[in-house]
């Protein structure tokens, strides 16, 4: 343990108090001048200090002695202490107790990590700083750990799209196991065979395929990637804590004319809450309208024309 004074002319005097455990420093009252309840601080640490040496030093000099009087006085030494302490107790009237009693608390205290040095100041409204314990993890757990994480995000990714994990991993399959010519030809003749079913039966095209290559492609290029911010910003989301609470895409399906994107809803919002915020999803997806309707309980199907609706005429 070692104790340290520091400071000069103009500058804010510290006394530390430190150890391998922890570590106490006194200084001015909120850093600024020097006020009285600082000096009389000052006199009582000092006053304590010399006692506290005599104290010592005598004690050091009995056991030196070895005689069998200092084991005596150890045994009186509680009750003599006592009646020391009484000796410089002070009234409570006194000038210096009220000074006492004002004086800033001294904060000293065992800390999970070390503490930032000469920021404890005695003032109870002053902020402490201090630095966050760093533990060292061995390089093996973290390469543990990141491996876990990539297998657990590989088999995620298969989970959630399986038919465009196929359609990326099939050509180099082929390739792997038969050779680069059976991945090149699958390569050139699944575009050129869809092409070619779009050019001859386009309906049948566009309800087995065509649409859901557009539902995934505006799901990730305009909904997911414009999702958190237009959540945050119409009050349909919450972040909270540093932490985001958004409603959650459920599916995402397109028609000739309108995009229907599917809502899971947080839990404590009504419908309400999404058809006075129309204006604001229409622009924010980019779209000329919104229109919401309760697809089931806790979820609502929200309708984003991407061209004018088709008229319905009736033959009479």
Known sequence: MSAKAFGGDGERPFLTLSSTEAQMTVTTTGGGPVTERDVNLAREIFAASARYLADCERLHTEQLA???QAGQDKAAWPVSGAARSANFRRPLGSPSHANSRKAPSLMFKKLPGDEAQHLVSTTPDTA???RPAV???PAALTILIFTWRLLAGLVRLLW???IASAVALTPGALT???GWRWGLGLVVL???GLTTWCLLARPSFLRLVGWRLLAWWRL???YRRHWQPVMIISGLGRHLRGRDYLPRIVRVTCTSWADLVTVRMLTGQSVKDWADRTDHLAHGFGARSCRVSIARSGRLLLVFPRHTAPSRTRSG
Request: hydrophobic share 50%; charged share 15%; aromatic share 24%.
């Open 66 to 68: 070895g005689s069998d």
């Open 128 to 130: 402490v700083v201090f």
């Open 135 to 137: 533990v060292r993890t």
């Open 160 to 162: 959630r799209h399986p």
């Open 176 to 178: 792997y196991f038969y």
């Open 190 to 192: 699944v575009p050129l």
């Open 220 to 222: 990730v290029w305009i």
